[in-house]
C-alpha cells in the first residue's frame, strides 16, 4: 500500500537502508571509539557517525529534492525552499549502545508542513523494524523477511486505555529521577526500556500503554520517526500543554512535554501526571 508521500520502493528502500546501518552498528561495537560532546552525559561513538553517513548519503542519493538532517551533523542545516525534511537518529541509546545491553535502535523520520509523515525504527538486538506513518498504517518486519519479497505485518489499532485507570508507563531514566514521586503512584507500572522508539514498540506490540517524557529535552530525531508511527497506529502524540506535537524546524528542541500511548493517554497523563507534575513546576 503506498503513502501519499511516498511509493512502496520507497518504504522498502528506507526499511533497507535503516537495517543496513543496524547491522553496522552491530559490527563496530566491540571496542568501539567513544567521544565526548556536550559533556560526560552526552557521548557519540565511532558508529554513530558512520551509520550518520551511511544514512545519509543513502537519503540524498534517493531523495535528492529534499533536506536530509542528521544529530551528528557538524551543524543543522535546513534548506527553507526544500518541502520535505528526513531526520535521522543514526544510534538512539548511545549509552545504551555502548553498554552493549541491546536497548538502541536506528531511526528516520519523514516531516512535512511541519508534521511526522512517516517513520522507521530499527531493533538490531531484535533484528525488527517498525515503520508507518498518518493514512498508511503501522506495520512491522523480521529478519529474513525479504526472502520471499517484501513481507511486513500490520498492527492493529490498540484497545483505548481508561483515562482513570492504571497504566503501563514508560519514562527515561533521567525524568523518571528527575520526578521520584512516580515510583509511589500506586495506578501506575513503570516498563524499563532504552531508545524512544523501542518504547513507541513497547506500547504496538502491547506490552506497554502510554511514554510520558516531562523533562522538555527531546529533539527532533529523538521523535520524529517513532510520532509517524505512532500516529500511524492510532495512537496518540501529543503534549501536557496542547493537543498535539509540532516540528517547528529549524527548531530542532521540542521545548515540551511529549506524550505518545493508547487513545486516552493524553487525559490520563492530564490526571494522574499533572497534578505533581504542576505542583513539582510551581515549587522550582
Known amino acids: 500500500m503506498s503513502h501519499a508521500l511516498l511509493d512502496d520502493t520507497d518504504i522498502e528502500y528506507v526499511c533497507a537502508l535503516v537495517e543496513e546501518a543496524g547491522r553496522l552498528a552491530v559490527a563496530m561495537r566491540e571496542g568501539v571509539e567513544i ?47 526544500k518541502k ?9 541509546g548511545t549509552q545504551n549502545y555502548i553498554l552493549g545491553d541491546g536497548q538502541y535502535c536506528v531511526m ?9 509523515g512517516f517513520g522507521w525504527v530499527y531493533a538490531p538486538a531484535a533484528g525488527k523494524t517498525y515503520f508507518g506513518g498518518p493514512g498508511y498504517g503501522a506495520y512491522w518486519k523480521e529478519p529474513g523477511a525479504d526472502a520471499d519479497g517484501f513481507k511486513a505485518h500490520r498492527f492493529q ?29 500506586p495506578n501506575v507500572s513503570l516498563v524499563k526500556t532504552g531508545s524512544i522508539g523501542l518504547k513507541v514498540g513497547r506500547i504496538l506490540d502491547g ?32 503534549t501536557m500543554e496542547s493537543g498535539g506535537l509540532a516540528f517547528p524546524l529549524p527548531q530542532v528542541l521540542h521545548d515540551t512535554t511529549v506524550v505518545m500511548g493508547r487513545r486516552g493517554a493524553l487525559s490520563w497523563c492530564h490526571n494522574h501526571l499533572g497534578p505533581e507534575f504542576l505542583k513539582q513546576q510551581v515549587s522550582m
Open 35 to 81: 567521544n565526548l560532546k556536550s559533556g560526560p552525559d552526552d557521548k557519540v561513538t565511532a558508529a554513530d557517525i558512520a551509520l550518520s553517513k551511511l544514512i545519509s548519503s543513502g537519503l540524498a542519493e534517493r531523495f535528492d529534492e529534499d533536506c536530509v538532517v542528521s544529530e551528528e551533523d557538524s551543524e543543522h542545516l535546513f534548506d527553507d525552499a
Open 84 to 92: 520535505r525534511f528526513w531526520i535521522i537518529d543514526p544510534i538512539d
Open 108 to 116: 528516520v523520520g519523514l516531516i512535512k508542513d511541519n508534521q511526522p
Open 157 to 185: 489499532e490498540p484497545a483505548p486505555m481508561d483515562p482513570a485507570g492504571d497504566a503501563r508507563l514508560l519514562m527515561g531514566s533521567r525524568d523518571k529521577k528527575a520526578h521520584p514521586w512516580v515510583h509511589d503512584m
Open 207 to 238: 506490552q506497554a500503554d502510554v511514554f510520558a517524557h516531562l523533562s522538555r529535552k527531546l529533539k527532533i530525531w529523538d521523535t520524529a520517526g517513532p510520532a509517524a508511527i505512532a500516529l500511524g497506529a492510532g495512537l496518540e502524540v501529543g
